[in-house]
């Protein structure tokens, strides 16, 4: 794992007190800060957050058996028809349903697949999608009002699966993207995906890897993934199985964690479109 440059700092603003609401995760205060850490520092933060996110209790050992679900397509809502740019980012609505985020500081580009309502903190969109009836959900309304507060330096992308029917116990399908410009994770080889997936265990009580690895995208540009599954009580008193997939792209500066937050339950349905979603990447010039 490469050294990183610079005073070593919390990546996320805040994000001490979130990580602590989720037993079995240590906060970022109580590991030592040096460099063979930060980047597990910054994986045990990101994942805290998407708990988090969905309001997200006590992991438990109990297990629930996952029902088949039938997959669906939920148009996501349309919440702007041109470009909005905000902490230089652009996220525009295609007439295809889609919608492209373009990175201008992480100097990177995405495609939106059209089931994700997807939003930035402090944004134009934020407070129309905030408003919008197909938001109304409480559960959803929760998740929104966790993600205001967060640093959108930092914290450049969430999409939300606002489908009424995929909402698990409370719990809300989500994908974010994080940036942190002071680490870089070498794709050289696995070594770092490894320690990475190694620590997982340690600082997020009952999660369990379930795989890990290197892969390549459609125009050859390689990124790691990890994915692991937490047994979990939501918020609302039901015991599900938390699926996350981690996916870990280098950029020209610093390291981008794309993560999967899903349930047993649904992860055949959502994990083919995040999977088109990690296919759309391109580093731009």
């Known amino acids: 794992m490469k050294q990183h440059r610079g005073i070593l700092t919390t990546i996320i603003l805040g994000m001490t007190a979130l990580a602590c609401v989720v037993p079995g995760l240590q906060?970022?205060?109580?590991?030592?800060?040096?460099?063979?850490?930060?980047?597990?520092?910054?994986?045990?933060?990101?994942?805290?957050?998407?708990?988090?996110?969905?309001?997200?209790?006590?992991?438990?050992?109990?297990?629930?058996?996952?029902?088949?679900?039938?997959p669906t397509i939920t148009n996501t809502p349309?919440?702007?028809?041109?470009?909005?740019?905000?902490?230089?980012?652009?996220?525009?609505?295609?007439?295809?349903?889609?919608?492209?985020?373009?990175?201008?500081?992480?100097?990177?580009?995405?495609?939106?697949?059209?089931?994700?309502?997807?939003?930035?903190?402090?944004?134009?969109?934020?407070?129309?999608?905030?408003?919008?009836?197909?938001?109304?959900?409480?559960?959803?309304?929760?998740?929104?009002?966790?993600?205001?507060?967060?640093?959108?330096?930092?914290?450049r992308l969430f999409m939300l699966d606002v489908a009424p029917e995929h909402i698990d116990g409370g719990f809300v399908t989500n994908v974010n993207l994080v940036w942190d410009q002071q680490m870089e994770v070498s794709l050289a080889d696995d070594t770092d995906i490894k320690g990475i997936a190694a620590t997982l265990p340690t600082t997020l009580q009952g999660a369990e890897v379930t795989s890990m690895g290197l892969n390549l995208t459609g125009n050859e540009t390689p990124y790691g993934v990890i994915t692991a599954r937490t047994p979990a009580f939501t918020q609302d008193g039901s015991a599900i199985v938390v699926i996350q997939k981690l996916v870990f792209f280098d950029l020209p500066v610093g390291t981008l964690t794309i993560t999967l937050s899903t349930t047993e339950k649904w992860q055949s349905t959502v994990e083919p479109s995040f999977d088109e979603f990690v296919e759309s990447f391109i580093v731009l010039e």
């Open 78 to 155: 349309v919440i702007a028809a041109s470009p909005t740019q905000s902490a230089e980012s652009v996220l525009d609505k295609n007439t295809d349903g889609t919608s492209s985020f373009v990175d201008l500081n992480g100097k990177y580009q995405m495609t939106v697949p059209m089931q994700w309502l997807a939003v930035r903190i402090n944004a134009p969109e934020y407070e129309i999608v905030l408003a919008s009836p197909d938001t109304a959900d409480p559960a959803i309304q929760r998740s929104l009002t966790t993600i205001k507060n967060q640093d959108p330096n930092v914290f």
């Open 27 to 70: 906060p970022a205060s109580a590991i030592p800060p040096t460099p063979d850490t930060r980047l597990e520092r910054m994986v045990a933060e990101t994942v805290s957050a998407a708990l988090v996110l969905t309001q997200q209790a006590a992991p438990t050992a109990t297990e629930v058996p996952s029902a088949t679900p039938v």
